[in-house]
C-alpha cells in the first residue's frame, strides 16, 4: 500500500483537495473532518480542551492540535492500494515516517488568509489574533517540511490542477 501524507498551513486546500480525490476514488482521510481523531490539549496540563474553545492566540498559544496516532494507524490499514491522509496536527513528526511520500501544499500569506476568512467548515483562524500566529508560523513550518523532503505543490493554481498534481507525484 502507497502512504501519503499532505499538509501545509492552515488555509492552503487540504480539505479542498482531500474531497476532490474522495470523488476519484482515492481513500483518502482529512484528520480534521473525522470525528474525535484530533484533539486540544493544553500544552500544560495534557488535558483535552473544551470543545467550545475560542480559538483566539491565547488559546493556540497555549494549546496543541494532535492526532491520535494508533487511531490514524487503524484508519490507514482500511485503504487497499493508496491512502492518502491530509492535515497538519502539531505532532505529525510522531507519525511522519509511516508515509512513503510527503507533499507540501503551498500558497502565499494572502491567498491562505482570504481562504481562512471565506471557508464555513472550520473556525481555525478566523480569529485575527490566531491569523497573527499561523502567518508568525508558516515559513519555519515550510522551511521544516522541505528539509525533511516534502515535495511542494503550488496551491495557488484552480483546484482540479492541484489535484492533478497530488496525483502525478503519488502516481495514480
Not at 476514488?25 to 488535558?47: A, S
Amino acid at each position: 500500500m502507497k502512504k501519503i501524507f499532505i499538509t501545509g498551513i492552515s488555509g492552503t486546500g487540504k480539505t479542498t483537495i482531500a474531497k476532490e480525490l474522495e470523488k476519484k476514488g482515492v481513500y483518502t482521510i482529512d484528520v480534521d473532518e473525522v470525528e474525535g481523531l484530533c484533539t486540544w490539549i493544553d500544552k500544560n496540563r495534557g488535558q483535552k480542551a473544551s470543545d467550545d474553545a475560542i480559538l483566539n492566540d491565547e488559546f493556540v498559544s497555549n494549546h496543541e492540535w494532535v492526532c491520535s496516532v494508533p487511531q490514524l494507524i487503524e484508519l490507514m490499514n482500511k485503504g487497499d492500494d493508496v491512502v492518502v491522509i491530509l492535515g497538519s496536527p502539531s505532532n505529525q513528526k510522531d507519525f511522519l515516517h509511516l508515509f512513503d511520500k510527503v507533499l507540501l501544499l503551498q500558497c502565499p500569506p494572502e491567498v491562505f488568509i482570504e481562504r481562512i476568512e471565506m471557508r464555513t467548515n472550520n473556525e481555525f483562524g478566523k480569529d485575527k489574533t490566531a491569523q497573527k500566529l499561523i502567518l508568525g508560523w508558516y515559513e519555519d513550518f515550510e522551511k521544516e517540511m522541505l528539509d525533511i523532503g516534502a515535495i511542494p505543490i503550488d496551491a495557488t493554481q484552480p483546484t482540479d490542477d492541484v489535484v492533478e498534481q497530488v496525483l502525478k507525484k503519488i502516481q495514480l
